[in-house]
């Protein structure tokens, strides 16, 4: 997974979310953003750059491993973003944490204006769990773009099992549902670009409560399987109550 994406890959795969940025400073003057995801956290000081204390910036890892304040630090200046100088003297410098986005996100209900997540979903157990945490951390008329990887992530002839290829499985009454299409079913949130392209992503816009109405089964670390291999299957079920024959007394 490359950490060094910047504002490019933003606008890359989310259209005119700077341009949402952009606009929404104009109407109340100060946007609190969250990337999901950061890695070395080089689009979160491309966003700086380019609207400069009109914007507070979080974004997180799992850890260390995958980015630090100062490797942002080092690859701003690398990518001629700022100057040694200039980066040193950043006020309003992003902050990075570190968390398992698998569990309940360290915000407030209603703390990000806007949320992107370019190269990370893939990754998460409980892909639901994290869009339904975005909604509640989106302030009202909030926005969030997610790249959640409805694309196989791995070429045939790589010897990657075609089973494999997709990150989510979603089962209604016996029959498989392609997450795009269920997203349909869902008030809020929409699939946006065509289906099996790394530029199609989800955009969720803020609602009272976001509820997908599915129970988490399980998930298939493909690491697990092959070291080769990488991102995280995760399987879910409309059924919200049942009781498995095996365990019924």
């Not at 209603?110 to 990370?120: K, R, V």
């Amino acid at each position: 997974m490359p950490k060094d994406r910047g504002i490019e890959h933003i606008e890359k795969y989310f259209g005119n979310f700077t341009k949402l940025v952009a606009n929404k400073i104009k109407k109340q003057g100060k946007v609190k953003i969250l990337d999901a995801g950061c890695g070395y956290g080089v689009a979160m000081l491309d966003i700086i750059k380019k609207f400069g204390d009109k914007v507070e910036i979080i974004g997180y890892n799992y850890s260390k491993n995958d980015g630090t304040i100062e490797i942002m630090k080092k690859e701003a200046v690398k990518k001629k973003i700022f100057s040694a100088e200039e980066v040193n003297k950043i006020k309003n410098m992003p902050k990075i944490l570190y968390i398992d986005a698998n569990k309940k996100l360290p915000f407030s209900d209603n703390t990000f204006d806007f949320i992107y997540s370019m190269a990370s979903v893939y990754l998460y157990d409980n892909k639901i769990h994290f869009l339904e945490e975005c909604n509640r951390i989106l302030k009202k008329e909030g926005i969030a773009r997610i790249s959640v990887a409805f694309y196989p992530h791995f070429e045939k002839d790589k010897g990657f099992p075609s089973r494999y290829y997709e990150m989510w499985e979603i089962w209604d009454r016996g029959k498989e549902v392609k997450i795009w299409d269920y997203c349909r079913r869902i008030k809020g949130i929409k699939s946006v670009g065509k289906h099996h392209d790394s530029k199609q992503y989800l955009e969720i816009k803020k609602q009272t409560r976001l509820n997908f109405k599915l129970q988490f089964v399980s998930s298939i670390d493909y690491n697990f399987i092959w070291k080769e291999w990488g991102g995280v299957k995760s399987i879910y079920t409309t059924q919200k109550k049942f009781k498995p024959r095996w365990r019924v007394k």
